[in-house]
């Protein structure tokens, strides 16, 4: 050991808080430093976030907090989080792209926001045709494709709340979400790819049929490569049907948005588990997409111009509410 003595010299500094140049603040859509007195009028300086919307028909109370923990917002009021992610756009961005999908295998898709509206439309319509309803708690077990956020919007647009079970789940955990949503719809695809491996999925969506106390009527299955089902994927007559011939027959299908209550369940989302059962957290609808469109603009600063990316999975929370209905309720 040297029997000198070792110093250290620290070339770090702690700094709380960061100062945005005016410029940076200039060009931001929070430029005003008035934003947080507004908002520290609760609940009403929330309707700020609210105004984004479109509504059907207006709310007529902010917040009702007399039966805690069962707050509710924007009571009264009505909306569509379809309508407000896709429709609304088609006058003025109809030709922008709404998603830009990358695959791992170099497969390239983009989504313009008409493309959306087309493709929401004939899942929509292929969902009532096998059968769901409003309120009916559609299944989603799928990957990071396409077809996600297409059907996601399209179960909103018919009112029937979708659950998506991460991709990467077992057929058990999905067994388990199906049966304590009482969900008889099952969406999932033939396969992706993953670490460079096809990864065959459906077979999970067939031992959960197997293990739900639910019976599952339907399973959706879409095709990862369209109009190729992989030969592994095993389709049951008469209890899996496969989305793409739904979509052609639905290929000029026109679904009106469901007018839904500001407090009517959009998706459930469930828990991990690591500390017991999942648990169902029922995200309402006007509350929802309100507080995802009013933190999309005021804390992640987008514009309906920028192209923007989120690393977050959409099996997950912060990817339904900033890759899917926070982005596109602002036209990004």
Known sequence: ????????????????????????????????????????????????????????????EVFDGSNPPFFEWFKGGTLNACYNCVDRHLDERSNQAAFIWEAEDGTKRTLTYRD?????????????????????????????????????LACARIGAPHSVVFGGFSASALAQRVDDADSDVIVTIDGYYRRGDFLHHKEKADTAVKEA???????????????????????????????????????RARVEPVSRDA????????????????????????????????????????????TYWCAADIGWITGHSYIVYGPLALGT
Do not use: C
């Open 1 to 60: 050991m040297a029997d000198h003595e070792s110093t250290i010299e620290a070339r770090l500094s702690k700094q709380d808080y960061l100062r945005p140049s005016p410029a940076f603040v200039g060009q931001a859509n929070v430029s005003d430093p008035t934003v947080y007195d507004r908002f520290d009028d609760f609940p009403d300086g929330f309707e700020e976030y609210a105004e984004l919307l479109d509504w059907n028909e207006h709310w007529d």
């Open 116 to 152: 959306l509206y087309r493709e929401v439309n004939k899942m929509a319509a292929s969902l009532r045709d096998v059968g769901v309803e409003e309120d009916d708690v559609v299944t989603l077990h799928l990957p990071m494709v396409p077809a996600l956020p297409i059907t996601m």
């Open 213 to 251: 106390d639910t019976d599952i009527d339907t399973v959706l299955v879409w095709e990862r490569h369209e109009g190729e089902l992989h030969p592994e994927a095993d389709i049951e007559e008469g209890h899996d049907v496969l989305v793409s011939e739904l979509l052609a027959d639905n290929e």
């Open 263 to 306: 407090e009517d369940i959009l998706f459930l989302m469930y828990t991990s588990g690591t500390t017991g059962q999942p648990k169902g957290a029922q995200h309402r609808t006007g509350g929802y997409l309100s507080y995802v469109a009013g933190t999309s603009k005021y804390v992640l600063d987008i514009e309906p111009e920028d």
